[in-house]
């Protein structure tokens, strides 16, 4: 029971004390001091209400008067009249003066505007009141004998103090009201005055009442003390009594009185000690109940905290029920989901397990077919297998007919001559048209080799080459002469060709040749990329090349990026090789290569030379090209040089400029180009010795000089009168070199031997074209059936792989289709156990609702009964 509860109950006690036998309002009418009041339904033993009343008086001298104050019934001097609680106040009249609460001690002010019934003149005295265990203790007051009434109103139904209230009185420490209970007497909200109560003021002048609570805590609206005027005589009243009803005397004597005295007293003592069993009947039963109460209390409560328990329990059943319901949703979405993707995943299966097993229907048909065309292959092996006999007997033959024909082609070259000279005259300069140069040059024979000069007046000196070149030829002209050499170079022979001829005439040109018009080394090594390309099936070449410069006889690498201290000397292997060590050799696989690898040599050349072309002009520049080559189907490896020398200036030095470094500079030129000059004419009268010893250049060149090697030499001259005896010079330099000048045995052939020899290099031509011709076919032939043989084979294995591969993903496949099936059957049953637990819930839920549907009707059934 909460504190609203317990004061709903405390204003209304009446609901707990239902029992009738315990008197709340006194019967009036019944009362000897009936007043005019209408007669309460309660019926009552007279006997007893008189005696309740009674009971409460202890002064057989005060009386109870059920309303309030009024003044007309006030005859005697008022000493005080306190109005307890409240304010002092005065009437209008000023007949009387109502002090303010005051000579108390202890005990709670209160006050209401509650309005009090029959309250008299001055109803405001029972507005307030003062409450509690207290007393009043009122001083000074002469000795004699005083009349105390007290005033008291029930205000417990408004604002005051809650509870039941029965209280005793003293005044000068004897009680003068026992178990006073003003609601029993007038109910709530009326005054109720206890008059006359008799006291008498000793020498101290002290009036004391105290007010102590017997249930509750006593409640008392006003304080009159009036001087008793009339005060019967103690010995009269011992002989009179009053009459109740009349007010008459009435005598009695006083041993009746006394009798009448030891009656009531008895009365009293025995109605005292019955209220007192019957109060204590009640404070048990009271306890009791309080008691009771406070376990119905506990009880409610608890069952109020498993209430709220159940519905917390219900709440959280519910949000599981739910949860639960979401997850079966989801996990049925999903089920429905995966059914279907695992469903079309088995039928996707299934369609390509039927075109695998199509596949390998057809498969192992074609692989029956294989196996039956086996013995037809064995048979085409064997006929390939003779054939290929054929055709490395072939191969013998074409590589002996190979040989045969590298022989004639030599043969051929060497009638032409091993050494030759071709003399090619430039075109004169701008300059020495603008000065009107004249030509000393006749190219009328020129297609014959002759050259004439004209020498002065009408002289004329010819001269005859293997070649020569008029201004009019171009770079094109000389170099398809040239060819030839170059294709001896990937036959594997050394070949050497020079540049000769005074500064200006065209050797670089003739060499290098200008961006526009390149020269015979880029076409050189051209050609050499683009035969060794045409041979590539049969032949394997490995082409490198060097940049060199002879100045001073001094070697130097003009490819070194890193400027070597260290001379670079020619040395001779142990195979009798000459070669310069620690030259660099750059490899180059296409022209490309090669014109980066001559760009850098030409840059390289141009450093630490203050005129380029002066410098040039008395050096030698080598081009080597270095060939190795390797025949595919022999085996046979070459290796070979081509050397491209761009000569230094040949002219002679005046005499007076000879001085110094300038004559150093000429005679070593000078000495290298005799030497050079000795060797190719010891070369061309097949002289015992070779003075290769002489210079730098004849001795790096030595081995591409003689023997096998070919050797070309460009004579160049200038057509313009101004370098006549220059000219006359180099050409007859170039006609001792050629040997022509002692008529060698050689050359000099008879013309029916020679045409005897055309004859048959004529027929050798036709034989081995034939013979080419006739390996080529077989060749082609032999490659077809080699290709077709492979390519059955090819188609075979690749079938046989075809069908492994097959078989193997079909067993994936298969293996596939078990695992995805056994994961669906898992997949169901957990699907399954799913359901079940949420069915298994869903009926503890709906369990759950029953039992708490019972419950609430019972719990609030029972809460009502507590
Ligand atoms: P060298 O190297 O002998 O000193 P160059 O090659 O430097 O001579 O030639 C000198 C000049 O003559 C160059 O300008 C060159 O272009 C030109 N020249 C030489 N020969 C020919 C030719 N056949 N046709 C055209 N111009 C030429
Ligand atoms: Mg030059």
């Known amino acids: 029971m909460d504190d609203s509860q317990l004061n709903a109950f405390l204003q209304n006690p009446d609901t707990l004390f239902a029992n009738p036998s315990i008197p709340r309002v006194f019967d009036w009418e019944k009362n000897d001091m009936a007043l005019n009041q209408d007669k309460p339904s309660s019926a009552m033993d007279e006997d007893e209400e008189e005696s309740s009343v009674d009971s409460m008086l202890c002064d057989s001298n005060s009386r109870l008067i059920p309303f309030g104050f009024s003044k007309s019934n006030c005859t005697d001097e008022v000493m005080m009249f306190i109005n307890a609680g409240g304010e002092a106040l005065n009437e209008a009249d000023s007949r009387m003066k109502f002090l303010g609460d005051s000579y108390f001690e202890g005990g709670n002010v209160m006050q209401t505007n509650e309005h009090i019934t029959q309250a008299g003149d001055c109803p405001f005295i029972y507005q307030s009141a003062r409450f509690g265990n207290f007393c009043y203790r009122f001083n000074n007051f002469p000795p004699g004998d005083y009349f105390v009434d007290l005033h008291f109103a029930e205000i417990i139904n408004t604002n005051g103090p809650k509870g039941m209230r029965v209280f005793n009185v003293y005044m000068q420490e004897e ?65 009179y009594l009053k009459c109740n009803n009349c007010a008459a005397d009435i005598e009695v004597s006083s041993a009746q009185k006394k009798l009448m005295r030891t009656k009531v007293t008895d009365k009293y003592e025995k109605k005292i000690q019955e209220l007192t069993t019957q109060c204590q009947l009640k404070t048990h039963e009271c306890h009791e109940a309080w008691m009771s109460l406070t376990s119905a209390n506990e009880q409610l409560e608890k ?11 219900t709440r959280t059943l519910d949000e599981t029920v739910g949860k639960q319901a979401e997850n079966l949703k989801n996990i049925t979405s999903r089920y429905e989901h995966d059914k279907k993707y695992w469903a079309a995943a088995v039928n996707d299966l299934q369609e390509k397990i039927m075109i695998m097993k199509n596949e390998h229907a057809q498969l192992s048909l074609d692989a029956h077919a294989c196996a039956e065309s086996i013995p037809e292959l064995n048979k085409m092996v064997t006929g390939v297998q003779a054939l290929v006999a054929q055709s490395e007997d072939l191969k013998l033959k074409y590589s002996e007919e190979q040989a ?26 701008k300059e020495e048209i603008s000065a009107g140069c004249a030509l000393v040059v006749d190219f009328d024979a020129a297609k014959d080799g002759d050259l004439g000069i004209l020498t002065g007046g009408s002289t004329k000196k010819t001269f005859k080459f ?38 200006g005439t065209g050797k670089t040109f003739t060499m290098e040749g200008t961006d526009q018009n390149r020269g015979v080394n880029y076409r050189t090594l051209e050609q050499l990329f683009q ?12 082409i490198s090349v060097s940049v060199l410069e002879v100045y001073n006889e001094q070697i130097r690498d ?19 090789f000459h070669h310069v060590p620690g030259i660099i050799e750059a490899k180059v696989d296409n022209i490309k290569e090669v014109w980066n690898v001559l760009q850098i040599g030409s840059n390289l050349r141009a450093v630490g030379s203050t005129n380029v072309n002066e410098h040039s002009s008395r050096s030698h520049c080598i081009l ?18 081509l050397w491209l020398v761009d000569l230094a200036g040949s002219e002679r030095l005046a005499k007076t400029d000879a001085q110094g470094e300038r004559l ?12 050079l000059g000795d060797v190719i004419y010891a070369l061309a009268t097949k002289s015992s010795h070779i003075p290769y010893r002489n210079s730098k250049l004849t001795h790096l060149l030595q081995d591409s000089l003689g023997g096998d090697s070919k050797t070309l030499m460009f004579v160049q001259i200038s057509p313009s009168e101004r370098d006549l005896s220059e000219t006359l010079s180099s050409l007859n330099f170039a006609t001792r070199v050629r040997g022509i000048e002692l008529g060698p045995a050689k050359r000099q052939v008879d013309t029916s031997e020679l045409q005897k020899m055309k004859t048959l290099l004529d027929k050798a031509r036709q034989e081995a074209r034939s013979k080419d011709e006739s390996v080529r076919k077989l060749e082609e032939s032999l490659q077809n059936v080699e290709s077709k043989a492979k390519g059955r084979d090819q188609v075979y294995k690749t079938q046989q792989e075809k069908i492994k591969e097959l078989e193997c993903q079909l067993e994936l496949k298969t293996s596939m289709q078990n695992q995805s099936e056994e994961q669906v059957s898992q997949l169901s049953d957990r699907l399954k156990g799913r359901e079940e637990i949420c069915t298994g819930l869903q009926q503890k839920v709906k369990e759950l609702e029953t039992k708490l549907k019972e419950r609430q009707p019972s719990e609030s059934a029972s809460y009502q009964q507590k």
Request: hydrophobic share 35%; proline share 4%; aromatic share 6%.
């Open 624 to 641: 080597r090209i270095m060939v190795k080559s390797k025949n595919l189907m022999t085996g046979d490896c070459t290796k070979s040089n």
């Open 404 to 429: 045969k024909r590298k022989e004639l082609y030599n043969q051929i070259q060497e009638t032409k001559g091993n050494i030759r000279v071709f003399c090619r005259c430039r075109p004169l300069g």
């Open 303 to 313: 069952v109020r905290m498993e209430l709220d328990n159940k519905i917390f329990q």
């Open 664 to 675: 150093k500079e000429a005679q070593n030129i000078n000495k290298s180009l005799s030497a």
């Open 558 to 576: 003009l490819l070194s990026t890193s400027p070597t201290s260290k001379r670079l000397e020619i040395k001779q292997s142990a195979e009798g």
């Open 466 to 503: 293997d070649r020569v070149y008029t201004p009019k030829d171009n770079q094109v002209d000389v170099f398809a002469d040239a060819s030839p050499l170059v294709t001896s170079v990937l036959d594997g022979y050394n070949v050497c060709i020079f540049a000769y001829g005074q500064t």
């Open 531 to 542: 035969i060794a390309k045409e041979r590539s099936e049969t032949f394997m070449y490995n």
């Open 175 to 239: 009680k003068v009201l026992s178990d006073f209970d003003i609601f029993s007497v007038v109910g709530a909200n009326k005054p109720l005055q206890v008059v006359d109560l008799r006291v008498s003021v000793k020498g101290d002048g002290l009036i004391a009442l105290r007010f102590e609570g017997v249930i509750g805590g006593p409640i008392v609206c006003g304080i009159c003390v009036r001087r008793a005027q009339n005060i019967p005589d103690p010995q009269a009243s011992q002989e």
